[in-house]
Every structure is written in C-alpha cells, then in structure tokens.
C-alpha cells in the first residue's frame, strides 16, 4: 500500500481537517496516494459527529465541530496526532479492519516502551489501566478514510478536565509522561511510523 508522510511541529485543526479533506479528493480521483500525517495541534476541543456541546464544561478553549467519529475529545500540545487518509476500496470489510490497524499501531508502539496497553469492545481506542491514552476518530467517505488517532504524550492533562471525555464522565484520561515515562517526541514518531508501516504494509513514496 503506497503512503506520502508529512510531519509538521505544530498545525491548527481546521488546517488539518482541510489538507485531509483535499487528499481525500485527490484519491477519489486518482491523483494522489494515500496519506500519513504526524503533527500536535494547539490546544481544542473538537466534536465529533456525536459529540454534545454540554460536555464541553468551559469556554477558556476554543471548540471545533469535527466531522469524525465519536464525542468529544481535546487535542494540544505534548499529544501525537497521527492522521490516515486511506483509500479502502473495494473491500466491504476495510473499516473494521482500518479501525482494528489503528488501534494496534498505538497498542504495538507503546508496547516497545514497556507499556501494555488494550482496546475495549465498546469504548474506541487505547487504554492503560483503565485510563485512555489514545484517542481513535474516523469518517469514510466514498470508501476513503481520514481522521485517525492521537497518543497522550506529554500534554496537559488537566485540559481534560474541561470536558466529558469521550462522554464517559467516569474513565480517566493518561499519557507516556504520567506513566513515568519520559520520551522526546522525536522517539515515538520514530517507533509509530516503523509500526505504522508493518502493520499497513507500506510502501514509502
């Protein structure tokens, strides 16, 4: 499966939002590959197709409406947002399939730096323990997907506190730092894409 990357050190949401949406158009017609994004974001709140605005419980953030998958979530500083624009096509079983390979990038790459780490059957994304480390979103339009997953890193947890996490008022929010472990940014880009990589079965353009 052929994929372009492109990192970026910081990038605004609906910046991002917007570059997916034109690969998305590029695929469709066939003028591009697929794509594998690497950024943070300044600090948002975003809402998913079924997010509720009273879950956001203040107003110092700004809120984005999102177009992905799932409630709502926030995106900062010290979080790694890998975006996946992939074309699934013709495969009616690729979604679930897509969903299952993202999660277990996140699970496989923490695995590497001792943390053990699982999905639960009703709760899209990664946890520890109980606690999400790992955020899971996407949306399929004419069997290409974008959106894709974010990795608590280093970020200020205490932003979390301004929402209802993913709707789920009781679940605790965690990152590699609060687990005590110190990484550089630099050294979870490098195991995620090499993961990334096995896992899609990716051939670098």
Partial sequence: MKFQYLRYDRLDYETALTLQKKRVEHILAGEAVNLFLLLEHDPVYTLGRSGLREDVLIDTI???????????????????????VCDLRPNSHAVRQHVYKLEETVIRTLEGFGVQAEREADNPGVWVNGAKIGALGVRIRQGVAYHGFAVNHSPDLGAFGGIIPCGLP????????????PLLRSELEERIIAIFGQIFGVEWI
């Fill in 62 to 84: 700004p809120v984005v409406q999102s177009d992905r998958g799932g409630k709502v979530t926030y995106h900062g500083p010290g979080q790694l947002v890998g975006y996946v």
């Fill in 170 to 181: 009781e679940r605790p929010v965690t990152s590699l730092s609060q687990l005590g472990i």
